[in-house]
């Protein structure tokens, strides 16, 4: 059983780009979570899915960044036009109402 | 709103000596807490997860608490090495119909000298 697998590990886009980070999570597991994390700060919630139903998105920015999780394949979260301020790790868990399970994340950098 | 506050943001300890780590939130209505362990530049790796109605959960040299009445959370670390250096991260499962949300601390940054 894979852990739950993200791509790319690192994700280079220049600044209007758009930038599109995928979550697979462990098997068996219908819920994704997607947390950012800024150099030097903790992790911030963004969105909470299950399959083909978003139910917690209080934590992504009004502009910009969207997140899916279709009934088949991963998890996508999508951020358009891309700004140096979106730079971060941005990583990905998979959970079943108990223990929450990480991915390596994806560190986007906007040059 | 759940706040989540890890004391100290940083600790720095000769090899040996005995690690503990404060975790407090806010809202006590949390169906689990969680610890974290992350080295720079990667991932979380889990270490211990204490349910609600559970005490204390111990893995080797590992012991963490919870006190869920007044919202604190302590993990041990025993015998502390080197390679315990890490930032090591609490956070709080709260279910919901509305959608879980697993709120994190900002974090304790250890170093464990030789």
């Known amino acids: 059983n894979a852990g739950v697998m993200q791509n790319p590990r690192h994700l280079v886009r220049r600044r209007g780009q758009e930038a599109r980070l995928r979550c697979s999570p462990m098997?068996?597991?219908?819920?994704v979570y997607w947390y950012r994390q800024l150099p030097e700060e903790g992790l911030k919630f963004m969105v909470y899915l299950q399959k083909e139903n978003i139910i917690d998105e209080s934590g992504m920015p009004k502009e910009r960044f969207s997140a899916e999780f279709p009934k088949e394949g991963p998890s996508i979260l999508r951020i358009q036009q891309v700004v140096r301020g979106d730079s971060a790790a941005y990583f990905c868990a998979s959970g079943q109402n108990t223990e929450a399970f990480f991915g390596q994340g994806t560190r986007l950098t906007v040059v | 709103k759940q706040e989540v506050t890890q004391i100290p943001a940083a600790l720095s300890v000769p090899e040996g000596e005995n690690l503990v780590l404060n975790c407090s939130f806010t809202d006590s209505a949390i169906y689990n807490l969680q610890w974290f362990r992350q080295d720079p530049g990667k991932g979380l790796t889990s270490l211990l997860l204490i349910q609600s109605s559970q005490r204390e959960q111990t893995s080797g040299r590992l012991n963490a608490s919870l006190d869920k009445s007044s919202g604190r959370s302590t993990l041990y670390i025993a015998a502390s090495q080197p390679g315990d250096s890490a930032t090591y991260l609490c956070?709080?499962?709260?279910?919901?119909?509305?959608?879980?949300?697993?709120?994190f601390g900002g974090g304790t940054r250890v170093l464990v000298k030789p």
């Open positions: 098997k068996g597991h219908s819920h």
């Open positions: 956070a709080v499962l709260r279910i919901k119909a509305a959608g879980n949300k697993l709120t």
